[in-house]
C-alpha cells in the first residue's frame, strides 16, 4: 500500500501565497508521476499540474504563471507553490502518485486532502 500525506492548505487572503506539500510512503518501488487536483464545492475534481519524475511538468491554464510544481524524489515528495492566489481557486486540494509498489504492481494513490480558501 502507498500513503499519500497532503499539507499546507489553509486560509489566504487573495493575491497571498500557499505552499502545498505531499509525501509518499509505503511499498514503494518507483513513482513515474505526481500531481496536483483540486476540487470546489459543487465541481468535478479538475488537473491543477502534474510533474514526471525527470521534471516534465503539465500546468492547466488557469493556474500557468502563478503556480510552480515541483518534487523530490528522493523524499517522494512533490509541492505546489502558489502564488498570486484568487478567490477562484478556493477548493480542496488532493495529490496524486503513479508507480510501481515494491512488488512492481502499478498503483495510483490519493491523498485525503487540504482545504485552500482564498478570501477576496
Known amino acids: ?10 486560509l489566504v487572503q487573495a493575491g497571498g501565497s500557499l505552499r502545498l506539500s505531499c509525501a509518499a510512503s509505503g511499498s ?12 470546489a464545492p459543487g465541481k468535478q475534481r479538475e488537473l491543477v499540474a502534474t510533474i514526471t519524475r525527470g521534471g516534465t511538468t503539465n500546468d492547466a491554464d488557469s493556474v ?3 503556480f510552480t510544481i515541483s518534487r523530490d524524489n528522493a523524499k517522494n515528495t512533490v509541492y505546489l507553490q502558489m502564488n498570486s492566489l484568487k478567490p477562484e481557486d478556493t477548493g480542496v ?17 490519493w ?3 487540504t482545504q485552500v480558501t482564498v478570501s477576496s
Do not use: D, H
Not at 500500500?1 to 489553509?10: I, M, N, P, R, W
Not at 514503494?28 to 476540487?39: A, E, F
Not at 486540494?93 to 494513490?109: D, I
Open 1 to 10: 500500500q502507498v500513503q499519500l500525506v497532503e499539507s499546507g492548505g489553509g
Open 28 to 39: 514503494i518501488y518507483y513513482i513515474s508521476t505526481m500531481g496536483w487536483y483540486r476540487q
Open 64 to 66: 500557468k504563471g502563478r
Open 93 to 109: 486540494y488532493y495529490c496524486n502518485a503513479v508507480g510501481l509498489t515494491a512488488l512492481r504492481a502499478p498503483f495510483s494513490s
Open 111 to 113: 491523498g485525503q486532502g
